[in-house]
């Protein structure tokens, strides 16, 4: 977090005081030791950026550690649970974040896209975008410095300007959500078809399936699409917010003080460009914070599924002679419901040819789970 903060404010604040202080000090070199002005502006101007470069690479040192730490200890987790978990968890599982019924997270998604994807840089992009506010504050007060009290009134857009950015982030974490719960759907209706494939034609269910994949991915894109112009509508925004508190500065000041100095003029251009690049970072910060908590929210759903019970599947023993297989127990695909198995008490020997016979439903898929 120190090296995020000091990063940003070198990066930010730092450069426009930079700046102030080069022009200032050749412009007052003009009647006197014109090299010892150049000599301190460049001194300057070199040593702020590499302040800047090593608090960044410190800061892309510590993000590469903690991600590192954050992936592999979310992913141990998550394959720990997932070999505790009952066959028919797939079936009778709660949606993440609601009470209503449908398919538990995919375990390839949650490693793929919401651990591995999401933690990436998270460390480094909410560090930085803890300390946006406050560099803000520092760059505004800068121009409210060089252009008196012009300046503080145009912060007064500021507020409308938040409402908006805050309205526009709760419909991107909604659509987020959206999103992922009709990918979950989709997956899980493709699964179940191609696990199912030959009872599918059996009993001609192809449309019924079709018509359920479709539904999904229809969902899924326009969640997608919502969540994207929010973003761009997120990023416009402050982008303009930003352009018209500059505009309606320079318009005040020289509508009440004449002309602006040119040293103060090169100064607010410096501000507005860290104002923008600084709207960037909350940009890439608000994003990750869109997709966080969704993540979070999956991956504790799925940490929370119901476990298998204990004694259930027993490990073979060590002996010879022991079975290489042993079964015991019950097995339904939803729960308070009928067992698809009942009084399992089931022991193969090593080498053993068995064949399960029976009917279609009668239970057969379900014991090879």
Not at 176 to 194: E, G, I, P, T
Request: glycine share 8%.
């Amino acid at each position: 977090l120190a090296c995020a903060w000091a990063c940003a404010f070198l990066e930010f604040v730092g450069l426009v005081v930079a700046l102030d202080a080069v022009l200032a000090r050749l412009g007052a070199a003009a009647g006197g030791d014109e090299f010892e002005a150049v000599a301190s502006a460049i001194g300057l101007l070199f040593f702020a950026p590499m302040l800047h470069r090593l608090s960044n690479v410190a800061l892309g040192l510590a993000d590469g550690h903690y991600t590192s730490l954050i992936s592999s200890g979310l992913a141990s987790l998550v394959f720990e649970k997932a070999m505790r978990l009952p066959v028919g968890s797939a079936y009778h599982a709660r949606a993440p974040g609601g009470g209503t019924a449908g398919p538990p997270p995919n375990i390839v998604q949650l490693l793929s896209v919401d651990i591995i994807q999401e933690a990436a840089l998270a460390v480094k992009t909410l560090a930085l975008l803890t300390a946006a506010p406050f560099i803000m504050c520092a760059l505004l007060l800068l121009l409210a410095q060089r252009l008196r009290l012009a300046g503080l009134f145009s912060m007064l857009y500021l507020f409308p300007g938040l409402m908006i950015s805050w309205l526009v982030f709760q419909w991107g974490v909604r659509a987020r959500k959206d999103y992922q719960a009709n990918q979950d759907a989709r997956l899980k209706h493709v699964q179940d078809l191609l696990a199912n494939l030959r009872t599918v034609k059996a009993l001609a269910w192809e449309k019924l399936f079709v018509a359920r994949i479709r539904e999904a991915r229809d969902g899924e894109l326009s969640a997608i699409q919502a969540y994207a112009v929010s973003l761009g509508m997120l990023m416009a925004n402050m982008h303009t917010t930003l352009w018209f508190m500059t505009l309606a500065s320079l318009y005040l000041y020289t509508a009440n003080h004449g002309a602006v100095e040119a040293r103060h003029l090169w100064v607010v251009f410096q501000i507005m460009a860290s104002l923008q690049a600084c709207s960037s970072l909350v940009s890439a910060g608000l994003r990750k914070t869109m997709n966080l908590p969704s993540s979070l929210a999956r991956i504790e759903a799925f940490l929370k599924l119901p476990e298998r019970p204990a004694g259930v599947v027993r490990a073979p023993a060590d002996r010879p002679e022991a079975p290489l297989v042993q079964v015991c127990g019950c097995f339904s695909y939803e729960e308070a419901a009928a067992p698809v198995l009942s009084d399992l008490d089931l022991s193969v020997a090593r080498g053993e040819v068995v064949a399960v016979v029976g009917c279609a439903g009668a239970g057969k898929s379900a014991l090879l789970h």
